[in-house]
């Protein structure tokens, strides 16, 4: 039983809406983000409605991630996260266009 528990418990782990949850995070984003409601920046899921169906929605969220931004959301400026490494901005990306899940 306990190895199954652990097996279970690596799994989770290292599915990519555990593992990007895991870097929100450790990377802060949660501070100014939620899930599904507004906090200082917005839902992860409306960002998700917002981008849905562009071809190049990970690339551009991606960047918006790295190198902050405003006036897409309001006044409130996203602050860059310029030591993020790119491939966890991407992982970051994907996560948010997946609806955070």
């Known amino acids: 039983m306990r190895r199954l528990l652990l097996s279970a ?13 895991e870097l929100a995070q450790k990377n802060a984003c949660l501070a100014c983000h939620a899930v599904d409601k507004k906090l200082v920046g917005p839902a ?5 409605k917002k981008y849905a169906g562009q071809k190049d ?11 902050g931004g405003t006036g897409r959301w309001g006044p ?26």
């Open 9 to 21: 418990a690596a799994v989770l782990a290292c599915s990519p809406a555990f593992a990007s949850m």
């Open 44 to 48: 992860y899921q409306d960002i998700a």
């Open 57 to 67: 929605a990970q690339a551009q969220l991606a960047r918006s991630i790295k190198f």
């Open 76 to 101: 409130v400026p996203m602050p860059p996260q310029a030591a993020l490494a790119d491939d966890d901005a991407q992982r970051l990306a994907a996560w948010i266009l997946q609806g955070a899940k």
